[in-house]
């Protein structure tokens, strides 16, 4: 597999050894080989990225220690590592993540699901079930309680050194089958199809049960969840929680005051969300921006079908999609089917039923190409991204996106 990024990259975070902004996709570089194996996720938070793969390997960029994996280059990599800490201590390429259990003292090398804050990262050991986490807390969105404020862990060194993880969690006789995050909050969905959440929750993110704690420091459950739960996706203040895909089921938790309308949702889904039939009955995935909403549907549709005002919601093809449109967030009406998307914090990228790559959305950092408006958007139409010369034609294979960041891979 190889790994294309473009957009922000004032921090590193898209592993491209420098620290300048790019709009044409450029090749991720890795202190080891590249994964060879299929990325399963990639997350993105404020200035720093994790790429997982099949295999439960996981790269990281900025957050936490990794190990050399062949003693013999120590010396050069240290030198290297030594120049980077230089350039504002970024790390400028991805590289292996290894933490040690502070417990067990035992190694951690694979993870099973990883997710970003604006400034932590959580990953769930595929051994053993442990949450670990990364990074800064200031809104308990590492869910380590109120008396921790930080981790520390240096991004300069290449030895492993221990990594914390949330205490007594997930509960006994369950597992964590998926971790999702937004700027100051986290979620993860169990085995037994419960939510427990953490962090930010004033705006009912985590649930009107936990909204007058304001901040929830340490795991809690989410109540009132019609369905067992299999997924989720976080927005900047909201939480989508997904159930059976074949079933139409989720349901959105935030603020009814919402200015951007996230909680109104098409009258479509709304009946097929709340098994009232009508509207279709499945859709594919379901993605989040800070202030939008992207069902990706197993059929097309129309604006006229969407429910209310389109100047908050916005159908194109089989994507529909909902909330803030002021940079062009929301679908252009003329874009082609396709088979996967990668959101962002306010643009996203389509990979096209043709194998094209299309952007559209907020672009002032070069995440959309370098075709953008007066603005820096991408608004009402989509750019079609081109690969670099030496892979144009290759196969694309997925696609990504984060806080103005953008990911190709290709196979």
């Known amino acids: 597999m190889r790994v294309f990024a473009f957009g922000s990259n004032g921090s590193g975070q898209l592993a491209i050894g420098h620290t300048e ?156 089958v998926s971790v999702a995050s937004g700027m100051g909050h986290t979620v993860a969905i169990l085995s037994s199809g419960e939510v427990y959440g953490w962090g930010g929750s004033r705006k009912g993110q985590l649930g009107e049960s936990l909204k007058k704690e304001k901040i929830v420091w340490r795991p809690a459950k989410v109540e009132g969840i019609p369905f067992l739960a299999t997924g989720a996706v976080c927005g900047r203040e909201f939480t989508v929680i997904l159930g059976r895909r074949s079933a139409g089921e989720f349901v959105i938790l935030g603020d009814e005051g919402n200015r951007w309308g996230i909680m109104r949702i098409p009258e479509s889904l709304r009946f097929a969300a709340e098994g009232s039939g009508g509207g279709w009955s499945e859709y594919i995935n379901i993605g989040a921006s800070w202030h939008d909403i992207y069902v990706h549907a197993s059929s097309s549709h129309s604006d006229s079908d969407i429910g209310f005002d389109s100047l908050n919601a916005r159908a194109a093809g089989s994507l529909i999609a909902w909330g803030r449109n002021d940079r062009g967030q929301l679908p252009p009406p003329d874009l082609p089917p396709l088979s996967e998307i990668g959101v962002g914090s306010e643009h996203v990228l389509a990979l096209l039923e043709n194998g094209d790559v299309a952007t559209f959305g907020w672009g002032e950092h070069g995440n959309c190409g370098p075709d953008t408006d007066a603005r820096g958007n991408v608004a009402g139409k989509y750019n079609l991204i081109p690969l670099p010369g030496d892979v144009s034609g290759a196969r694309v294979v997925g696609v990504g996106a984060g806080c103005a960041t953008s990911w190709v891979i290709v196979e």
Request: charged share 20%; aromatic share 6%; glycine share 8%.
């Open 21 to 176: 902004d790019v709009s044409t996709p450029t090749e991720c570089l890795f202190t080891s080989p590249a994964p060879t194996d299929k990325i399963t996720k990639i997350a993105a938070g404020g200035n720093h990225t994790l790429i997982l793969t099949d295999s439960g390997c996981n790269t990281d960029k900025r957050c936490g220690p990794s190990q050399i994996q062949n003693p013999q280059d120590k010396d050069k990599y240290q030198d290297q590592d030594a120049r980077e800490s230089q350039i504002e201590e970024n790390i400028l390429r991805f590289r292996r993540l290894i933490l040690t259990d502070p417990v067990t003292t035992e190694n951690v090398d694979t993870f099973k699901c990883i997710s970003t804050t604006w400034e932590g990262s959580i990953l769930v050991s595929s051994a053993g079930d442990k949450v670990f986490v990364l990074g800064s807390t200031p809104k308990g969105e590492l869910g380590l309680g109120n008396d921790l404020v930080a981790t520390n862990p240096s991004p300069t060194q290449i030895f492993v050194e221990p990594g914390l993880s949330i205490p007594d969690f997930p509960p006994s006789r369950t597992t964590v």
